[in-house]
């Protein structure tokens, strides 16, 4: 069984990725291992009790999912699914592969992906609940055929598709939460070591489809939580590929004999929130002058060593619903942005302004540079910087006025934009605009990709003219990468193994 | 001295309770909740019901210290809201690290420092005794996360010389038996393995003893200053004893009492500054623990690894209690 | 301070140890550290909050306008480091004053009366003394949130400790002493012969324990603003500079290097000072 499923596999890989013959020989695949050293933490074995991105990303390695992000084209492909097509405005047909196995050789099935889907939504240790709440059923239609139900149309179920990790149904039966700490996956590795809060390790399966000769033999994924370790160890060869290199230390990396730095826009959009049901937010102009007073060029060239990418409304390039043409109307303008607050009577407003710490790329410092600005226009400034934990749950409750943050997972904006700026989409903002709900939901609900771009774009428009935020920019996130490795850094934080090649 | 052990032991349980509740009502008082911090910023409301209700956290105060209380009787210490493993399983796992750590640094710390006290006491004002107190004074006055970080640009940044973090490389293969990498690489004569983990120890437990290096050694010159004083020392010598087996045998013996005192409540700060140093080489063991357990507002754990730092810190009292006993046979235990 | 008026001989006699030159030292430091706090706005060249980016982490030039550099936003890093030593020493002052005055007081209540109210007392220290130093400050501050009160608050948490031992231990063998006899027998009710009797006996030694924990307090402070953990990251601190530091140490490391060097210094010369208290005033004391 195993075997076929090997001869399987590999008939696979060679039409797939093309692969030489000489791939399909197991003696020339590379034995190298590569470290790669992260700045978050791994929580534990179980793939749906941790809220990391880049965690759930290495189970979607091991594990396998239905789709994949293509970051060449900015969309979603299918990877355990065959195909998942739109049957009727509510409905979806999921197909699985018929050839793929997982690691014991026994089929990925429909009830597989049932079980996946309810073990998001009821496990109580689930981290993931928002992925499936548009679900509202999944039914078996035959052992490789589901038919998913959503609540309203949602064009962007195969975003969500990406995150679910699919185990099996037949293990967690048997072994209930144990078959987590062995998991028997259908992705191209296997993971061979976890040790919680420290390091995590994959093996290749090396007959796996999307397996090619120069993917590395293993990965160590290990937590360093200081960028100097992260560099210091790069250097030392102790890791092959180092996460969130710093700007201050892109240069050290650039200037390393052994190693280079890679970049890639993340999908995280920066800005300052400002919660327009209270006071002096509730004006538009207050909301305006904050958007014309911060002088971003400044910060990006000064602390980011140039290394972002200005935003002209939440999204920016790579992104669904990104227009080049598109410009803010608030550029960097302290004059203008004084008039603004002064026209209503505002100036010398006392504001308070939130920071988190050592959460974004120099959020703090970034935060500190612009106290100044905002003074310049009007405001009186008082900074906030609560611990993470104080903030974010208070972020989360609505009761925090004015903020720094960041928004991940924005590949697609459509969640970001509605949890964040449509009316009760969450506590966060507050804010109610009647013209943006309509354009948002006509948006989620269309299924042709033109016609939902061109309502994506309006909704973009709108919020960026309303100015609930002040959007800023995406950072650019620079890696450090060992010579004699090819890596791309890719726009969510995710290191996926197959994007690995050792030269 | 059985029976005044076991009175000693039975004595920390009511403290240990009192320590307990002196936490739970900090962290009610906290800001920022477990739910926010732990699942997704996408949840809805039902989902952070879900959880809340999964992890007791709907029930009023009281009836989760109690709950707490209940099940800590019967040796559960609860499952970590984060880590989704009991709690008592993440701490034994991860304490392995922070005591060879400890005792690394506390054995830099003696093996110096005592020399070093001795030496300066034998011969005051000499120019030993002043390299001693410079020494002395340097380890007490130094912050050890600034040691710290200043290590790590030396020897990792610009020498290449050791490595900046962790524990050890991952792929030793060496089986875990007591935890201890030192100990558990010499059972199983894996020298390899012992070179690398004394290679990832070198750094972070001379940071961390080099405080306690200075006291100790400002505590055995003192008291070895006035033991030398004392009659019975001018008695050896007028025996004809030579200089070192008075300085040793006699002078210091005497002298032991108070390094032993020190040496114990000084590992109390260790074990402390112990979060700090794991924090800087991020060294996998329960301060790291802590800190993150912290950010995460993760309640059992940081329950859970407060009262293993407070046991581990009154067991040492109690130990350096014993060690009076042992050392000074006069000292009677009631 | 009835010794102000006494003969300049009589002086020397008294305070001639304060003329050493480990003592020297330590009075320099620390008088320097006053006088950093009290007149940091005259002594500092550039307001320790104002920011240029243009100008953003120069390197320390001798003889230039920002001698030890600047920062990652352009703050003169000498201004920010004088007035961090204002908040050292702000920080420094007020834990030793409460958590002295708490444990004196508790611990003299303590040992004075004995029986019930000891032993009540002692239980409750004993919760305190079970947490390893410096923990019970991390969960203090985690937990409440961060502030210069709460900072204070937790670090003086534990610092009563050894103050209350101390004193504890002076006040039993005091009361047995003829002259508080003396007094008793006289009428003089508790509180008098506390205040009167006990106390001043017991202040050379509080002067002593008063002086480590000065030191013990400044390394807290940094080591909680280091963790990011102490007073709010806009106060300059030089554990709070540390630890902003850390980011940058290999591209700038005067940032590291100074701050590093300010609680060096000041911990040595405090040490110095209360080495030679020690030895002068309390030889009995050792690190309580």
């Not at chain 2, 005591?99 to 690394?104: I, V």
């Not at chain 3, 000498?78 to 002052?93: E, H, K, Q, T």
Request: with cysteine; aromatic share 8%.
């Amino acid at each position: 069984m195993t075997m076929m499923a090997g001869f399987h596999g590999l008939m696979a890989a060679a039409l797939m990725t093309g692969a030489s013959s000489a791939a399909l020989l197991a003696q020339d695949m590379t034995d190298k291992r590569i470290s790669v050293a992260i700045t978050e933490t791994i929580a534990g074995y179980n793939p749906y009790g941790d809220a990391v991105v880049l965690v759930g990303s290495i189970w979607c390695q091991v594990y396998g999912c239905l789709m994949r992000y293509d970051f060449d084209t900015g969309r979603p492909i299918p990877y355990l699914a065959e195909s998942v097509e739109p049957e009727t405005d509510l409905t979806w047909i999921v197909k699985l592969r018929p050839d793929w196995t997982r690691h014991n050789g026994e089929p990925v099935l429909a009830e597989d992906v049932v079980h996946s889907i309810d073990r998001v939504k009821n496990d109580p240790a689930s981290a993931q609940g928002f992925i499936v709440q548009p679900i509202q059923s999944i039914e078996v239609v035959d052992d490789l055929t589901l038919r998913i139900t959503t609540d309203e149309p949602i064009a962007t179920l195969r975003d969500n598709l990406t995150l679910i990790h699919i185990t099996s149904k037949k293990q967690f039966d048997e072994l209930g939460e144990q078959s987590y700490r062995e998991p028997v996956g259908a992705g191209p590795y296997r993971l061979a070591d976890l040790s919680i809060g420290s390091h995590m390790v994959l093996e290749r399966i090396d007959d796996h489809p999307m397996i090619s000769p120069t993917n590395p033999k293993q990965i160590v994924f290990r937590i360093m939580a200081e960028p100097e370790a992260r560099v210091t160890a790069l250097a030392n060869g102790e890791v092959q590929i180092a996460q969130g290199i710093p700007p201050q230390l892109v240069d050290r990396v650039e200037q390393l004999p052994n190693a280079y730095a890679a970049f890639a826009n993340s999908v995280e959009m920066m800005f300052l929130a400002m919660n327009p049901s209270t006071a002096p937010w509730d004006v538009p102009e207050a909301r305006q002058a904050v958007a014309h007073a911060i002088n971003r060029e400044a910060i990006v060239r000064v602390l980011l060593g140039g290394r972002a990418t200005l935003l002209d409304g939440p999204v920016g390039p790579g992104q669904f619903g990104y227009d080049a043409a598109f410009r803010t109307p608030y550029d960097y303008d302290p004059v203008k942005a004084r008039a603004l607050l002064e026209s209503k009577g505002l100036l010398g407003v006392e504001v308070e302004f939130f920071t988190p710490v050592g959460r974004y790329t120099l959020d703090r410092q970034i935060a500190e540079a612009m106290v100044p600005m905002l003074e310049e226009a009007g405001f009186k400034v008082q900074l906030q910087t609560p611990e993470w934990a104080s903030l974010w749950s208070n972020v989360q409750a609505g009761g925090v006025p004015f903020y720094y943050m960041g928004r991940g997972q924005m590949l697609d904006p459509s969640r970001a934009l509605r949890q964040y700026f449509e009316t009760d989409g969450s506590p966060r903002l507050d804010y109610s605009n009647p013209e943006l709900d309509a354009l948002l939901r006509a948006e989620r609900g269309e299924f042709d990709t033109e016609k939902r771009y061109d309502l994506m774009r309006q909704a973009i428009a709108e919020v960026t003219q309303d100015a609930p935020a002040a959007f800023l920019w995406l950072h650019q996130m620079a890696w450090g990468v060992a010579d004699g490795v090819d890596y791309t850094p890719r726009q969510a934080d995710r290191v996926d193994g197959w994007d690995i090649h050792i030269r | 001295m059985l029976g005044y052990t076991v009175r000693r032991l039975f004595g920390v349980i009511p403290v240990l309770f009192l320590v307990s509740l002196l936490v739970f009502a900090l962290m009610q008082a906290a800001p920022g909740d477990p739910v926010s911090m732990l699942i997704s910023d996408e949840a809805s409301a039902e989902d952070r019901a879900r959880a809340a209700e999964a992890w007791g956290l709907d029930q009023p105060a009281p009836v989760q210290y109690l709950n707490f209380v209940r099940n800590a009787l019967n040796g559960d210490f609860g499952t970590s809201f984060r880590y989704r493993e009991p709690v008592m399983a993440l701490v034994l796992d991860r304490l392995p690290a922070t005591l060879e750590l400890a005792l690394f640094a506390t054995l830099l710390a003696v093996l110096v420092g005592i020399p070093l006290g001795v030496l300066s006491a034998a011969r005051p004002n000499s120019v030993l005794d002043s390299i001693g107190s410079v020494v002395g004074f340097f380890g007490i006055s130094m912050p050890n996360f600034w040691l710290g970080i200043m290590m790590i640009l030396v020897f990792s940044g610009y020498m290449n010389l050791l490595p900046s973090s962790g524990r050890e490389p991952w792929g030793m293969g060496l089986d875990r038996v007591t935890g201890f990498l030192t100990l558990d690489a010499v059972l199983q004569g894996r020298w390899d393995a012992l070179a690398q983990a004394l290679r990832h120890l070198a750094m972070p437990a001379i940071v961390l003893g080099t405080s306690m290096m200075g006291i100790i050694m400002q505590v055995t010159r003192a008291s070895m200053l006035e033991n030398l004083g004392e009659d019975y020392i001018m008695t050896a010598r007028a025996k004809g004893l030579s200089g070192r087996t008075v300085l040793w045998r006699h002078a210091f013996r005497n002298a032991l009492v108070s390094v032993i005192t020190i040496t114990g409540l000084e590992f109390g700060a260790l074990i402390s500054g112990a979060i700090i140093v794991e924090t800087v080489f991020s060294w996998p063991g329960i301060g790291l623990l802590l800190i993150q357990g912290i950010t995460f507002r993760d309640f059992p754990l940081i329950v859970g690894l407060v009262l293993i730092y407070t046991s581990l810190f009154v067991l040492m009292n109690l130990l350096i209690d014993l060690a009076y006993s042992l050392v000074d046979p006069r000292i009677r235990m009631r | 301070m009835a010794s102000l008026t006494l003969s300049s001989s009589s002086a020397r006699a008294r305070f001639g140890f304060l003329l050493t030159p480990k003592a020297l030292f330590g009075l320099t430091v620390l008088s320097a550290l006053v006088i950093c706090g009290l007149f940091a706005p005259l002594l500092a060249p550039f307001d320790p909050a104002k920011q240029d980016l243009m100008r953003a982490m120069i390197a320390p030039q001798p003889g230039g306008p920002h001698v030890l550099g600047t920062d990652h936003v352009g703050r003169d890093l000498l201004s920010r480091l004088i007035y961090g030593a204002r908040v050292s020493l702000l920080i420094a002052a007020a834990v030793v004053l409460f958590s002295g005055a708490f444990g004196v007081a508790l611990g003299v209540v303590s040992g004075y009366f004995g029986g019930r109210t000891d032993s009540v007392i002692q239980k409750f220290l004993e919760v305190f003394w079970a947490f390893p130093p410096l923990l019970l400050a991390i969960a203090i501050v985690a937990f409440l949130g961060q502030g210069l009160g709460i900072v204070i608050l937790a670090l003086a948490s534990q610092r009563w400790i050894p103050y209350c031992r101390m004193s504890r231990a002076e006040a039993m063998a005091l009361r047995d002493r003829e002259f508080v006899v003396a007094a008793r027998s006289l009428g003089a009710g508790h509180l008098r012969v506390l205040w009167h009797h006990i106390l001043p006996n017991i202040l050379p030694s509080t002067l002593v324990v008063g002086t480590f924990a000065m030191a013990t307090a400044i390394i807290s402070e940094a080591a909680l603003s280091f963790l990011g953990l102490g007073v709010p990251p806009t106060i300059p601190t030089w554990g709070g500079m540390l630890a902003d530091a850390r980011s940058y140490i290999s591209t700038s490391w005067w940032m590291a290097l100074f701050p590093g060097l300010c609680i060096f210094v000041t911990l040595l010369g405090i040490n110095l000072l209360g080495d030679v208290l020690r030895a002068r005033l309390d030889p009995k004391i050792r690190n309580l």
